[in-house]
Nanobody
Framework: EVQLVESGGGLVQAGGSLRLSCAAS????????IGWFRQAPGKEREGVSCVNSKAGLPPYLTYYTDSLKGRFTISRDNAKRTVYLQMNGLKPEDTAVYFCAADDHCSNFNNRPFRFWGQGTQVTVSS
């Protein structure tokens, strides 16, 4: 059974940091790109970041939504089958449910659905 389990969300003050984790099981982790997405109340889901698989060109290349570059960092630990999203300088507008998802590649990640999804973790940033 394919599973993606997010953790690390919570309540943080503006300017603070959080690190989200996405633990994967039930599929060949190294062969999949992993993306982070978020959905705020009343808004559409948006892509946050994505990291290529080992087969990506180039392998493990990272992508970010332009508006989040410099504050968010994605990384993957293949031995632990886990992808992380380090979020710094958090703002109230970053409040959302954050999801991780897996697919064959990261291309156009913020404009298409991914194959496998986690249940999400809530991030709330207070002003």
């Amino acid at each position: 059974e394919v599973q993606l389990v997010e953790s690390g969300g919570g309540l943080v003050q503006a300017g603070g940091s959080l690190r989200l984790s996405c633990a994967a099981s039930g599929f060949a982790f190294d062969d999949y790109a992993i993306g982070w997405f978020r959905q705020a109340p009343g808004k559409e889901r948006e892509g946050v970041s994505c990291v290529n698989s080992k087969a990506g060109l180039p392998p493990y290349l990272t992508y970010y939504t332009d508006s989040l570059k410099g504050r968010f960092t994605i990384s993957r630990d293949n031995a632990k089958r886990t992808v992380y999203l380090q979020m710094n300088g958090l703002k109230p507008e970053d409040t959302a449910v954050y999801f991780c998802a897996a697919d064959d590649h990261c291309s156009n990640f913020n404009n298409r659905p991914f194959r496998f999804w986690g249940q999400g973790t809530q991030v709330t940033v207070s002003s």
